[in-house]
């Protein structure tokens, strides 16, 4: 999918209902997507309930889903989890691929920008000024793994990674 080039999609409700913050503002990821823009960023609505942007969803949390996420040149902002995980994007699974992509100013009580039970890796991007009440305010690792090429976590809060033993964090 080639999102607008310079252009900002704003989300202003969950796409489904849920828990506070629980539902994704865009459609649960349960097949292979891939996403490119160019300075493109998708973003929830200042003063919207609270939504997480992506949810990403494998066979540990939905049999039979298959979800991949690809990303190229998107800004992920403002996603808010309330207590839930992942404010930007959480990856309940599957597989998550951000190449010079950017996810800030999310918040949630584990991996205030990325959560992931699943694979991740970021080449040339940013996680960066997200949020976590608990760990993890950059990316919080349950299970799976993380790569980082060439990419940046800095400027969160309480710490730029966090991950429940016995899996270590990425970064």
């Known amino acids: 999918m080639i999102l607008a080039p310079l252009c900002t999609y704003t989300l202003t409700s969950a796409h489904s209902s849920g828990g506070a913050g629980q539902s994704p503002g865009l459609p649960n990821i349960t097949t292979p997507i891939s996403m490119a823009g160019l300075a493109t960023q998708i973003t929830r609505a200042p003063g919207a309930p609270a939504f997480r942007i992506f949810e990403v969803d494998g066979t540990s949390q939905v049999p039979g889903a298959n979800g991949q996420l ?45 959560y992931t039970d699943g694979t991740l890796t970021l080449t040339g991007s940013t996680v960066t000024a997200n949020t976590a009440s608990v760990n993890g ?18 400027g969160n809060t309480p710490s730029n990674c966090g991950a429940l033993p016995p899996v270590a964090p990425a970064c």
């Open 70 to 114: 690809a990303m190229a040149a998107v800004t992920v902002s403002g996603g808010d989890a309330g207590l839930g995980v992942g404010g930007g994007i959480a990856n309940l699974g599957g597989s998550v691929a951000l190449t010079g992509s950017t996810v800030r100013d999310s918040k949630a009580s584990y991996g205030g920008g990325i």
């Open 137 to 154: 305010g950059g990316i919080f690792t349950n299970a799976g793994g993380v790569t980082l090429i060439g990419s940046g976590v800095v």
